[in-house]
């Protein structure tokens, strides 16, 4: 599975004057991945990753170059493997001219309900 988010950026999330704050960028990055888990738990996909809450367990970035402000940025994101609870999603960032700013890779682990 594959999804495309879209975010638009204002001045305000700058980290230096003109650069987007490598925080959001992280941020835009574990929503998105995110959103593979509750895309699937809508379609009612059932397995040892969906139908349950799942959480990041570990995420690493590699910023490649500045982000933008007053930009809208694209974030894509897709399944790499499903290992058990363990689910391992990738992602690209890009400015509105396609360039890439930033990609990450990410850990998701399912987490069981409590009695």
Same mark, same amino acid.
């Given at each position: 599975m594959h999804v495309s988010t879209l975010f638009a950026l204002g001045e305000g999330l700058c980290g230096y004057e003109g650069v987007l704050h490598g925080g959001m960028i992280m941020t835009m990055a574990d929503e998105s991945m995110g959103v593979l888990h509750?895309?699937?738990?809508?379609?009612?996909?059932?397995? %040892? %990753?969906f139908g349950a809450a799942n959480v990041t367990a570990g995420l690493e970035i590699k910023f490649l170059k500045p982000g933008p402000i007053n930009e809208t940025v694209l974030v894509n994101a897709w399944v790499d493997s499903v290992e058990g609870r363990r689910t391992n999603i990738k992602c690209e960032i890009r400015d509105g001219r396609g360039i890439e700013i930033a990609k990450c890779s990410s850990t998701w682990v399912s987490v069981r309900p409590k009695i």
């Open positions: 509750d895309i699937n738990n809508a379609l009612g996909k059932r397995g %040892t %990753t």
